[in-house]
């Protein structure tokens, strides 16, 4: 963008020193790019929900449904509440509440001075789900699983209820949008740790209920991530996603805001729960990228030096431009209805980045290394 390009796309082969995962293969990946000047986020969205949708309806086996644009666009934050994740599986119909305020009003000592989530279902559940269910929670790490049964005359039934008073009984349903046959289920702990255990609370009822909608992609971008965090083992701010987004507010933000307050104009798409893309609206300022990567510890010769392509191009100026990169990888995967990535790659490598087929990486030879200049230390 800074040469002069208006705008491209390349599906491009990719490098990373990145850890395996179900959906992520180490090292090497490709991926469909492209980049806009004079772009907003939202004219990203409207580019990729277009190739998306078009691709995954071309390609998806028959009788699948695939969401159509507009895309939801959820925030991080309201992601975090109602999914337990910045990865939303919008196929599953469970949604978590907040119900911190009400129990902090209650007598259950084990949710006081704690974050508190619920989920509602609509289900029949035997006492043989709930002790696997209580099981799963354990096997998460939570100390329990509180729940409450609603009775047909809106009544409870749980080891909770008695520990909530009858004149607020009429709340909680309304807060959970309880009737007659729910079930809500109560997690409680450090805020981040209490999201997160809702989240997989929320996706293993939809498994075990089988409530996720079959024979679907269902795509949103998730938005508003955090431009910084907080690194209790280094004891400094840094930044949560990718240091060179624009952040919302600009410099006047940088200069005057809580840097946890900062929120960046960066998004993902997400599709039945797999990132599929990230990107971001880019910083193209270059006294907003001397003071963004200031607060997370670089002085300007640092920035020289680690970052000097983008710090010299912006010495001559850069449009506004925005972008992002789906992963090809994951698309097919994802229409191969593939729980993981190395059943779609011809030469696929393990967990330690290794190709067993081919036997690669092997051993190298003194030739081989003198001709690229490095040399060994016993």
Not at 58 to 86: H, N, R, W
Not at 143 to 168: A, Q
């Amino acid at each position: 963008m800074a040469s002069g390009f208006d705008k491209y796309f390349q599906i491009a082969p990719c490098f990373r020193d990145e850890d395996a995962r179900a959906d992520r293969s180490p090292g090497e990946f490709y991926q469909l790019d492209f980049e806009m000047s004079f772009a907003t986020q939202e004219d990203v969205f409207r580019a990729g929900e277009e190739v998306l949708t078009a691709a995954f309806e071309k390609f998806a086996p028959e009788g699948c449904q695939v969401t159509q644009a507009p895309y939801p666009v959820i925030s991080y934050k309201q992601a975090m509440l109602e999914f337990g994740t910045d990865k939303p599986d919008l196929r599953n119909p469970l949604r978590i509440v907040d119900v911190t305020d009400f129990f902090q009003r209650c007598s259950f000592k084990p949710f006081h001075k704690k974050t508190v989530r619920a989920i509602r279902v609509h289900a029949d559940m035997s006492k043989g789900f709930h002790e696997k269910l209580l099981q799963f929670a354990l096997s998460i790490g939570m100390g329990g699983l509180g729940y409450l049964e609603v009775e047909e005359d809106m009544s409870y039934k749980g080891p909770i209820d008695k520990f909530i008073p009858d004149e607020m009984k009429g709340e909680i349903a309304k807060i959970a949008g309880l009737v007659p046959g729910d079930t809500l289920f109560l997690i409680a702990d450090k805020e981040e740790r209490a999201a997160l255990l809702a989240g997989q609370i929320r996706t293993e009822l939809g498994n075990r209920l089988d409530l996720c909608e079959k024979n679907a992609y269902r795509f949103c971008f998730v938005n508003d991530f955090p431009m910084y965090e907080y690194d209790p083992e280094e004891k400094k701010m840094v930044f949560t996603h990718n240091p060179f987004s624009m952040p919302q507010g600009g410099l006047e933000a940088l200069q005057t805001k809580d840097p946890r307050d900062i929120l960046a104009y960066q998004y993902d798409i997400v599709c039945n729960g797999v990132e599929l893309s990230s990107g971001a609206v880019r910083n193209h300022d270059l006294d907003i990228m001397v003071k963004a990567f200031e607060i997370a510890g670089y002085t300007e010769e640092e920035l020289k030096v680690k970052f000097g392509a983008l710090y010299n191009a912006f010495q001559f100026g850069a449009p506004p431009h925005a972008g992002m990169a789906p992963g090809v990888d994951r698309m097919i995967m994802l229409l191969r209805n593939e729980e993981n990535i190395r059943e779609i790659i011809p030469f696929p490598m393990n967990g330690n980045a290794q190709d067993l087929m081919c036997g690669a990486p092997s051993e190298v030879t003194e030739q081989q290394l003198r001709e690229v200049h490095i040399k060994i230390r016993q």
